[in-house]
Structures are given as structure tokens and as C-alpha cells.
């Protein structure tokens, strides 16, 4: 047992010995206490450090230990809190879910990172370590980041170094930019489904929200731009590479059509580049913002993705009077991402163990995508795929109609499953139900296992 456990175990046998004592009564020394319980003073002062920290027992230097007043505490009330803070802008039921991963004995069938066998997990370690020896690590960056890894991470996307800004990983980007260009109480236009994440960072700019649906081929452009006239929106967040949930890819044709209405309407696209180095069946397209010549688009990319979770290290590039903007809220913020951060970021995308990961991550998200779709359809035959997506992480499906997905996804928990709830992915409600599985965080045969116990447990498979 442990000196913790063992401390732990003494001070309930206290608490039953002072529940008999009067208020002010004396304990026994901390030595005659050692010699009960067979246990060394330290032990007998941790349990005796649990007992103060319960309000049972008050210690008095020099004079010994004695049982406290019995009188409770009153009960906090902070009913007060509620009217102060107001309306509360984001929805926690989405916010509590959106970094949700159940326990390490659930198969995580929803899930919006890679499997820890699927990171460059030596690669990191060595990098990391070197990372640290460098002066370059323990000194301040400028605001804007590292000028080695800006110049990096802009060649993709064909943009001047000066017009990228580092950050903490793609979810601050989207709350970076939802704050910046558009004022609390204007409205942002979004996919539908979308992403839960850009959703909240609206919520917490103090955004209004307005959806416009999807089919494969990304947003329907027609209701864009009614959407636009209706609400005289200026931000559009779209994700035109393998979108999550649904995996979809805007197509040329609308590619060209949405930069049209941004250019009309005088309004920027933020462009959730999240997935670019997730592509299976062939390379993602190119970004948006490389056919946009007058900075209405927004691109914001991550590492975390394909590098490691725990890699927050992101980016946002932007033109103008924007990117000004931008870099002037990362100050006000906190000044830089970690150093270190910036180092082991630039030294792995810049190492020869990059494509060969990058190679072997598509090779393995693809056997694993395919073996999720083929699980579904032989057994849960009830359940629809509309599209098997060409890169990202998830997998978007379709539900018998009547089905309540809250039970699903609390049956699939009980069950030791996680899955979707497809509610969390629509700002208003959903036309249908529908999960959402991801292929990334879970094994072949943990996927299979993952759906026979919903064929077992939840009944979507007749």
C-alpha cells in the first residue's frame, strides 16, 4: 500500500474515533498515533493534514491536535453569479462534449485525433529533446511566431511569410478570426452540418449564427447567397477539404462561386484548412485562398492533426488590414506560442521523417475508413452512409428516421463505445439523425468490435 493510500486509510479510522469526541477534545499525540497505527509520523501527519483539510480537526503549534466544532458551513450560493454574467453566449452541452474521449476502456469510434500508434511518436521524443538544448527554444519569438516556420508553413499556401500568424493549434485560430473580423451581435454563416468547434467560437466572439446546407459537394451556393442578402453577413466559415462531419469537398465549380459572393458581398471566408495533410484517395485541393487575389480568404491550418494532439501549434494566414488585425489580437492574447513549441514544429515538418509519415498515415487512415464503412454496412445494415469521404477523419451516417440519438449515443457509452451525436454538428435542429464515426483513433479490430457492440446494444442493426 501506499504512503498516500496508507494516510488515507488512518484518517477514516480518525474521522470514526472524533465522530464520538466532544468539540475541543485533545487527539492523541502524533508519536502515540505512530505507535497505534504501526505507522511512521509522516503517515500519521498526512492523515491528520486530510482531517484539517475536512475542518475536523484543528492543529495548534505547541499545544497539539483537537477535534473541531461540529457546526456545518452554510452552503454556497451563487445564484448571485448568474444574474451578473447575463445569457451565457457558448453551449455547454456541445462545449462538454467537443473534447470528450470517455476513458481509456472505450473504443473511440468519435474522435477528431490519430491513434496514438499512428503519430511519429520516436520522432517527436528525439526532436523534443534536441528542441530543448536550443537557446532558441527559452527565448521570445516575435508575436507572430517563429520567422523560420512562418516561411515554412506560408510555401503551401503560396503566401508572403509576413501574412502568417502561429498559434496555439487550429481552434484558436478559429476564435482569433471569428473575433477579429466581425463584431459581437453580427452574424456568421456556417456549413450545416458543421464543425462544433467553429460553432463555439462563434458563441464565445458573441456571434449570431445562420446555417446554410451541404450536399457532397460542399455548400449549396444558390442558398448562400440568399443567406447573405437576407442577413448581410461578412464572415462565411466554410471547410472546403474533407469537412467534418460529412467528409465533403468543394467542388471547382463552387469554389469559384463562393469567392464570387465573398467579393459581391465585401465579406471573408474563413477557410478551416484542418484536414490538408489528411487526404487518402489523392491530395487535397489546393487552398482557397490560393485562387483569392483580394484577401477575403482566411486560411487557418494545424499540426495537431497529423502530427500529435498535443502538438498545439497551428496557423492563420491573412492579407491586409486583417492580418493586422489579427497579429494585433495574438499580443493583446499572450505574446507568442511556447518556443519550444515553435521549434519542434519546424524541425518536424522540415525533416525527412515528414512525407514518409505523411505517406504512411494515408495508407493507414484508408484501411481503416474501409474497414469502418464495411463494418456498417454488413452490420448495422439500418444505418446509411450518404458518401465515403476521400480524406479526413470521419464518416458521416444516416440514422433510421424516429431514431433518438441521445439514446443511441448514452446506450454506445454504457456499451463502451463513443460515437457522434449528429445533434451537436447542426446549429438549429437536425433534418434527420445521424452519427458521426471517426476512423482515425481506432485499430481495425477495435472498429469492428466497436460496431458488432452497437449491433448488440442499440438495435441499429435490422
Known amino acids: 500500500m501506499s504512503n498516500d493510500n496508507r494516510s488515507s486509510a488512518i484518517a477514516v479510522q480518525l474521522q470514526q474515533r472524533i465522530a464520538t469526541m466532544h468539540p475541543g477534545e485533545k487527539l492523541p499525540g502524533v508519536r502515540e498515533l505512530s505507535a497505534q497505527f504501526h505507522a511512521s509520523a509522516a503517515t500519521i501527519s498526512a492523515a491528520l493534514s486530510e482531517l484539517s483539510a475536512l475542518g475536523l480537526v484543528r492543529a495548534e503549534p505547541g499545544r497539539g491536535t483537537f477535534v473541531a466544532g461540529h457546526e456545518r458551513l452554510s452552503e454556497p450560493d451563487f445564484s448571485w453569479q448568474s444574474q451578473t454574467l447575463g445569457r451565457a453566449r457558448v453551449d455547454a452541452d456541445r462545449a462538454s ?58 510555401s503551401t499556401y503560396h503566401a508572403d511569410p509576413n501574412d502568417v500568424l502561429i498559434v496555439s493549434g487550429g481552434q484558436q485560430g478559429l476564435v482569433f478570426a471569428m473575433r477579429t473580423l466581425a463584431e459581437p451581435g453580427s452574424t456568421v454563416i456556417t456549413e450545416s452540418p458543421s464543425y462544433p468547434g467553429a460553432i463555439l467560437a462563434a458563441q464565445s466572439a ?105 502538438l498545439r501549434l497551428g496557423a492563420i494566414i491573412a492579407r491586409g488590414p486583417a492580418g493586422a488585425r489579427l497579429r494585433a489580437s495574438r499580443t493583446a492574447d499572450d505574446l507568442c506560442v511556447a518556443p519550444i513549441v515553435q521549434e519542434i514544429a519546424l524541425s518536424l515538418v522540415t525533416s525527412n521523417v515528414w512525407p514518409r509519415h505523411l505517406k504512411r498515415l494515408r495508407g493507414e487512415l484508408g484501411s481503416r475508413r474501409d474497414a469502418l464503412a464495411a463494418a456498417i454496412r454488413t452490420t448495422l445494415p439500418g444505418v446509411r452512409i450518404p458518401k465515403i469521404p476521400q480524406g479526413g477523419l470521419h464518416l458521416w451516417a444516416r440514422l433510421p428516421e424516429g431514431t433518438d440519438t441521445r439514446e443511441v449515443c448514452a446506450a454506445a457509452y454504457s456499451a463502451g463505445v463513443l460515437v457522434g451525436d449528429g445533434r451537436h454538428f447542426f446549429v438549429d435542429e437536425p433534418p434527420a439523425p445521424f452519427l458521426r464515426f471517426s476512423y482515425g483513433a481506432a485499430s481495425v479490430a477495435q472498429i469492428t468490435e466497436g460496431v458488432r457492440r452497437l449491433a448488440e446494444h442499440i438495435g441499429l442493426g435490422e
Do not use: C
Not at 476513458?103 to 520516436?122: F, Q, V
Not at 530543448?132 to 520567422?147: C, E
Not at 469567392?259 to 471566408?269: K, P, S, V
Open 206 to 310: 458573441g456571434l449570431d449564427l445562420a446555417s446554410v446546407p451541404t450536399d457532397a459537394d460542399g455548400i449549396l451556393v444558390d442558398r448562400l447567397a440568399d443567406e447573405l442578402t437576407r442577413t448581410r453577413a461578412r464572415v462565411i466559415y466554410l471547410q472546403p477539404s474533407y469537412a467534418n462531419p460529412t467528409g465533403a469537398v468543394l467542388s471547382a465549380e463552387r469554389r469559384k462561386q463562393v469567392l464570387e459572393l465573398a467579393t459581391r458581398h465585401g465579406a471573408f471566408i474563413i477557410e478551416d484548412d484542418w484536414a490538408r495533410h489528411l487526404g487518402i484517395d489523392g491530395q487535397a485541393p489546393a487552398p482557397l485562398s490560393a485562387e483569392d487575389p483580394h484577401g477575403h480568404v482566411v486560411s487557418i491550418l494545424t499540426l495537431s492533426k497529423p502530427a500529435s494532439p498535443g
Open 97 to 154: 462534449r467537443l473534447g470528450g474521449y470517455g476513458t481509456p476502456e472505450h473504443i473511440p469510434l468519435s474522435w477528431g485525433y490519430l491513434a496514438p500508434e499512428l503519430l511519429p511518436t520516436e520522432e517527436l521524443h528525439r526532436i523534443g529533446s534536441r528542441a530543448a538544448k536550443s537557446n532558441r527554444a527559452w527565448v521570445m519569438t516575435p508575436p507572430a511566431g517563429s520567422p523560420e516556420l512562418r516561411r515554412v508553413l506560408a
